[in-house]
């Protein structure tokens, strides 16, 4: 089973190509035009073990909404196609993460249906050339692209940095275990529906 997606997206405000292999190795090859989030995503490919190329060029002219919220779009499309009808996976996954003071909570439902739950907050407005506001945007596109649910809930931290950090590593410990496949599950879809 191959799990691999390769994705573009070209607006008059952004341009996009994500390459994603979900049973990587954690390799990342990212460049945004945004250094902290290019900073956050690395992490997010090392921590899911997902093998993650990201191109993007965007108006950085004006801020860097538009390029991470569209990155998050295109992220969400591509972990859709790569994991294809679910059949297999554990399809739920959970992680908490410390950073120093900071601690963060993911839990993820691969549901097909999209949804953000946020319980986190940021004491600083911006992190290097990041909105801090930009996090929370980021990955409300990357939970409705990717049709799954998605709660990230700060249990504790002060410093921005640790905080964000911490969400990222987060979620991508718990989309790492949802995507896992369940030798167990004998190929099923993990629904008493039948589908996902």
């Known amino acids: 089973m191959t799990r691999r997606s390769e994705l573009s ?33 690395t992490a997010f490919g090392r921590h899911g073990m997902f093998d993650l190329e990201i191109e993007a060029k965007g108006d950085l002219h004006i801020d860097a909404h538009h390029t991470v919220e569209d990155v998050g779009i295109v992220l969400g499309q591509a972990l859709g196609h790569a994991v294809g009808d679910k059949r297999g996976i554990t399809r739920f996954g959970q992680a908490s993460i410390p950073m120093d003071e900071a601690l963060v909570d993911a839990a993820i439902d691969l549901s097909g249906r999209a949804y953000l739950g946020w319980q986190v907050n940021f004491e600083r407005p911006m992190l290097g050339t990041m909105d801090t506001q930009l996090v929370e945007e980021f990955f409300r596109a990357l939970a409705g692209n990717g049709l799954f649910t998605l ?39 993990p629904s008493t529906k039948g589908s996902l």
């Open 9 to 41: 997206r070209k607006t008059s405000e952004t341009d996009i190509l994500i390459r994603l292999n979900l049973d990587g190795t954690g390799a990342t090859k990212i460049a945004t035009g945004v250094g902290f989030f290019d900073h956050m995503l």
């Open 151 to 189: 709660h990230l809930r700060q249990l504790a931290g002060t410093n921005a940095h640790h905080v964000a950090e911490a969400a990222f590593k987060a979620a991508a410990r718990a989309l790492r275990m949802a995507v896992a496949v369940d030798p167990r599950s004998a190929g099923q879809i």
